[in-house]
């Protein structure tokens, strides 16, 4: 059974850092697609960064040229740095992955059970 497991959120002043981590576990036979997403209170989850496994990257539009999404494909897990932090960065976390799990015929989305981060103003 494939798990994402997060880690790497909490309680930071605006302007400071943090750094998320992602590993997906289990029988894993590909991956084709890791990234956050996040939902803040009374919002809808909403894509912050995905790296596929060819490389390509997407960022939402708030947070390019302060977020960096970067995977170690060879453990299966992708990084968020996340600089420059804003109160409206405030959020749950979410670690994302399409994942081909062995003895399956088609791959599928995986979900983080969630990381909180506060940025205070």
């Known amino acids: 059974q494939v798990q994402l497991v997060e880690s790497g959120g909490g309680l930071v002043q605006a302007g400071g850092s943090l750094r998320l981590s992602c590993a997906a576990s289990g029988s894993i036979k590909s991956n084709n697609a890791m990234g956050w997403y996040r939902q803040a209170p009374g919002k809808q989850r909403e894509l912050v960064a995905i790296?596929?496994?060819?490389?390509?990257?997407n960022y939402q539009d708030s947070v390019k040229g302060r977020f960096t999404i970067s995977r170690d494909n060879a453990k299966n897990t992708v990084y968020l740095q996340m600089n420059s932090l804003k109160p409206e960065d405030t959020a749950v976390y979410y670690c994302?992955?399409?994942?081909?799990?062995?003895?399956?015929?088609?791959?599928?989305?995986?979900w983080g059970q969630g990381t909180q981060v506060t940025v205070s103003s």
């Open positions: 994302y992955a399409n994942l081909l799990f062995g003895g399956e015929t088609r791959s599928r989305d995986y």
């Open positions: 790296r596929t496994n060819g490389g390509t990257t």
